[in-house]
């Protein structure tokens, strides 16, 4: 048990009140159980009275090189026409969403609690925490997960159903083969995003640190077929740090960047994995959506819209 006096120290980002017992997490995202006496404490994998489903599956250690899967799917190479560019003041991030008339299928925070409550859906599983929920198609995807334990699931959730389909386990895909020891606090790879298209599930982890940190090991593109969760591709490092990536049409549309590295806008072959093309950005890539055949991109301090054909 730890004092109180270190809890507001850290802050506590949201806390929630289940089962007579209240929950919350600090800013750095570890989740703590808060007590009457006033003192708390780091929470378990396995939470008393909370559910832990039997259905988690556990992906197997991924490959940390680019793995290209065959196709016969005949893929253009990609066309886009660069129409504006413009500074931004960096934390107007909402005021893009908005002049633009833009929305991201994603939910977080209290929004979130509230929706799973209502839908009956468990707020932790195998005592990590709902940190997101990205609606893609029929699917609910739920991201569950501890920094401090390095747990990281995803809850396939069928809206026509009512079903949740799969837990998947992606832990495993956390650290590289090689890192620097001295930045192991920086170096996990946390799912970053995920969408589904048919029956195939794609799903992007990265740091948030300098490449170097992992060797160049870093910030990957995922593609698993849904029905056995085999793993048919898996794109080359450096290519999916941004908060969020978007599928349009037969391509997968994607970006990097970091302090002092080199930042992209990428088009992936959405059925085998390939870069089709890059685009230089000013600075790293934050969000890419998608709107009348328009491409908005929102970096670190430029807005930029491209026309694609």
């Known amino acids: 048990m730890k004092n109180l006096k270190i809890v507001l120290i850290f802050l506590f980002g949201f806390t929630i009140q289940i089962n007579s017992q209240t929950y919350g997490t600090t800013d750095a995202g570890y989740p703590v159980v808060l007590y009457d006496d006033g003192t708390w404490e780091y929470t378990e994998r396995e939470m008393d009275g909370e559910e832990v489903s039997d259905n988690i599956v556990v992906m197997p250690y991924p490959t940390f090189q680019e793995t290209l899967a065959a196709s016969s799917q005949k893929v253009a190479l990609p066309k886009i026409i660069e129409i504006s560019k413009k500074a931004n003041d960096i934390t107007d991030e909402m005021n893009w969403f908005v002049q633009n008339e ?3 299928n994603e939910i977080t925070g209290d929004p979130l609690i509230l929706y799973l409550e209502d839908a009956g859906l468990p707020v932790y599983t195998a005592g990590a925490l709902a940190r997101k929920m990205i609606v893609s198609g029929n699917y609910n995807l739920i991201f569950y997960s501890d920094y401090e334990l390095a747990i990281d699931l995803v809850a396939i959730y069928n809206q026509t159903t009512g079903e949740t389909e799969n837990i998947v386990d992606f832990s495993n895909y956390a650290l590289a083969t090689k890192f620097k ?3 192991i606090e920086y ?9 589904i298209d048919g029956n195939l599930l794609y799903i992007s982890n990265s740091h948030r640190t300098y490449a170097k940190s992992s060797f160049g090991e870093n910030a ?3 593609c698993i ?10 794109s080359k490092p450096l290519v999916a740090n941004s908060r969020n990536f978007i599928i349009y049409k037969d391509y997968i549309i994607t970006g990097y960047g970091f302090t002092d590295e080199p930042d992209y806008l990428y088009f992936l072959n959405k059925f085998t994995g390939k870069q089709l093309s890059s685009t230089l950005l000013k600075s790293g890539p934050d969000y890419f959506l998608e709107k009348n055949g328009k491409l908005y991109v929102r970096t670190y301090n430029t807005d930029y819209v491209f026309e694609m054909k």
């Not at 170096?187 to 969408?195: F, G």
């Open 102 to 104: 833009l929305a991201l």
């Open 220 to 222: 990957y593109l995922t």
């Open 181 to 183: 020891e001295e930045d």
């Open 225 to 234: 077929n849904l029905d056995n969760l085999e793993v048919l591709w898996r």
């Open 187 to 195: 170096v996990n790879q946390e799912l970053t995003w995920a969408e």
